[in-house]
């Protein structure tokens, strides 16, 4: 049970968490397919509503639940740090694809961008 499994390294005693009623569940799902892996992981977040800390880009939250103490801060400032990069991607994909005339959420990434 100590094992991390899949692309997500879900450590194998928390199959519950994970949405599984067994280890060995757990174990042959994460044989059968990484959509079996996210599944898992999505199961993993609301089990410990880490979703809601996700979405509302709390990232200390979602550090203090997931890590232990000596890495939290660190870690958080490494979620923050890679969704911003992953925003600033979006606005440029995003302005290259108002060169075509599609509509864009531009002030969304730009607010994101802000916090």
Not at 47 to 57: A, H, M, P, Q, V
Request: glycine residues 4%; charged residues 20%; proline residues 2%.
């Amino acid at each position: 049970m100590s094992a991390s499994w899949g692309k997500f390294q879900l450590m194998g005693y928390n199959y519950a968490l994970a949405g599984y009623y067994s280890l060995q569940d757990f174990v042959s799902a994460m044989y059968k397919s990484e959509g079996e892996h996210l599944l898992a992981f999505v199961h993993y977040l609301q089990s410990l509503s880490l979703d809601e800390d996700l979405r509302n880009k709390n990232w200390e939250a979602f550090a203090y639940k997931c890590k232990n103490a000596s890495d939290r801060d660190a870690y958080a400032a490494k979620l923050k740090a890679a969704y911003l990069k992953t925003c600033i991607i979006s606005l440029a994909w995003f302005s290259t694809v108002s060169l075509f005339q599609i509509p864009i959420p531009c002030d969304k990434c730009r607010a994101v961008l802000r916090n």
